[in-house]
């Protein structure tokens, strides 16, 4: 790795990033129960494979290719890995991916199931409820809930942290002969035969390969936020209450604790939105069932995270010869659906058995994963930008005939959509 010194040019840190010797490395390998597949690619795999960002997409794959003998490094912008975010509804498709690698017990210990998911009127009126346990049954995994800081917790703990490099900002990446040249903000570089792009909806990798695909705003601003000890009564699933003022999600977490998402239509970066409270949130739903309103009330002093909510228009590939882009960095999608960190968990378990399947042509492994979620990740971006836009539909006219529409349409028919999303071949 090459380090810039604080007023001098880039040296190279060789020590403290050399490779662990190649009989430290098959000795560790069999310790960790690696597949005979796995054992004799890291015999012929010299390539070193670099990841970008240390998100949920980026630390999965991390995982993901420790399984197939890899031991990628994996660079972070953030000074620290601090567990940060709210809560996170993990769909049966992403608790599958997530077992395939091993590393479900430790996740599903710390979140909790979800039975159904219910839309409901402003003046409380069901629209729909949506059993999904029996939906997921068939998938062989239910719905589930995790707070964002408990499932990355989770996730570092099956990785190597010494592999981690934290307060590392990717900046630009240049071509070196057949290799890729990395240079971070802070001056460093590094030299990678293969990048992975986990960074996220801004990616600086992106950037590089596809300088054009600019996020594009949804149309509305969200807030999110975690109470301790506020669970309104009975609740068992999902619920979104939808009225002309917005949308207003409630979500039970383990622990007594309670995770809302609040959805209002604005101008992009209002700043009156990003100042507001939970006291300005409660006059903004004052309308809404008391059950909000008391989560409000017990929400005041606690953090709230606000962003408005943004995606990546389709039409372009997620490989670019040796660099491929991964999770939101690829194909970030608004998260009506709850399928953006799924999206990004099944790439990273399917890119890394398309390398397992590729070991002499990562190259190749790239375009083949491209081609596997092309059409699947395009159809959760488009599906769910669509039913934004329709939960927040403010005028009276187009919020009775949503209404309607979610009223008459059959249990069968969401049924069928949902069986489909989960049900996907991640080998
Ligand atoms: C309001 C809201 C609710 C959501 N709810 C759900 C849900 O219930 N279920 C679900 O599945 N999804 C949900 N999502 C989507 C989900 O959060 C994302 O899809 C998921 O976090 C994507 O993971 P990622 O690792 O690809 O990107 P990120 O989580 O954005 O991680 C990217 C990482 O890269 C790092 N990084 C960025 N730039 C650089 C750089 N230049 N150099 C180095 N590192 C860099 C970042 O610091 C970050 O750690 C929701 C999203 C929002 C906005």
Redesign the pocket.
């Given at each position: 790795m090459l380090i810039a010194t604080p007023n001098g040019p880039a040296r190279l840190l060789t020590k403290r990033l050399r490779r662990p010797c190649f009989f430290t490395r098959f000795l560790t390998n069999i310790s960790r129960g690696l597949s005979l597949p796995g054992l004799i690619f890291m015999l012929n795999m010299e390539a070193t494979f670099t990841i970008?960002?240390?998100?949920?997409?980026?630390?999965?794959a991390a995982i993901a290719l420790r399984r197939q003998g890899i031991d990628p490094l994996v660079?972070?912008?953030?000074p620290e890995?601090h567990p940060v975010?709210?809560?996170?509804?993990?769909?049966a498709n992403?608790i599958r991916a997530l077992a395939l690698l091993g590393v479900e017990k430790e996740i599903l210990a710390k979140g909790r199931f979800l039975e159904g998911m219910a839309f409901r009127t402003d003046k409380d009126a069901l629209l729909i409820r949506m059993d999904t346990a029996t939906i997921t049954q068939r998938a062989g995994q239910d719905n589930f809930?995790i707070h964002?800081g408990d499932l990355h917790e989770a996730l570092l703990h099956h990785l190597d942290r010494s592999r981690i490099f934290t307060g590392?900002?990717?900046?630009s990446v240049v071509h070196d002969g057949g290799r890729l040249r990395l240079r971070?903000?802070d001056g460093s570089e590094h030299l990678t035969d293969y990048l992975i792009g986990?960074?996220?909806?801004?990616?600086?990798?992106r950037h590089v390969v596809l300088p054009d695909v600019q996020p594009r705003y949804a149309g509305y601003t969200?807030w999110?936020c975690v109470v301790p000890g506020a669970q309104p009564k009975g609740l068992q699933g999902v619920e979104e209450i939808l009225g002309p003022a917005g949308r207003f999600g409630i979500?039970p977490l383990a622990g007594n604790r309670t995770y809302w998402?609040a959805?209002v239509n604005a101008p992009r970066r209002d700043p009156g939105m990003q100042n507001a409270d939970a006291a300005a949130l409660a006059h903004i739903f004052a309308a809404y069932p008391a059950r909000v309103l008391d989560l409000l009330k017990a929400s005041e002093g606690q953090p709230l995270?606000w962003?408005d909510?943004?995606d990546l228009p389709a039409g372009h590939r997620y490989d670019h010869g040796n660099i491929v882009l991964?999770?939101?960095?690829?194909h970030?999608?608004?998260?009506n659906?709850?399928?953006?960190?799924?999206?990004?968990?099944e790439?990273a378990v399917i890119l890394a058995a398309e390398i397992g399947r590729h070991r002499n042509d990562p190259a190749e492994a790239f375009r083949r994963f491209t081609n596997r979620r092309l059409e699947r990740t395009r159809m959760v971006v488009r599906r769910s930008r669509m039913m934004g836009q329709m939960a927040q539909w403010q005028h009276p006219v187009l919020r009775a005939l949503r209404n309607m529409l979610f009223r008459l349409t059959p249990q069968a028919v969401f049924r069928r959509q949902l069986v489909a999303l989960y049900n996907v071949d991640l080998t």
């Open positions: 970008i960002g240390g998100g949920i997409a980026g630390l999965t660079f972070e912008a953030a890995l975010g709210a809560g996170l509804g993990l769909a992403a809930c964002r590392k900002a990717l900046e971070f903000r986990a960074d996220g909806i801004h990616s600086a990798v969200c999110r979500v998402f959805c995270i962003g909510i943004t991964i999770g939101d960095a690829a970030a999608t608004t998260p659906m709850g399928q953006g960190a799924c999206q990004a968990i790439d």
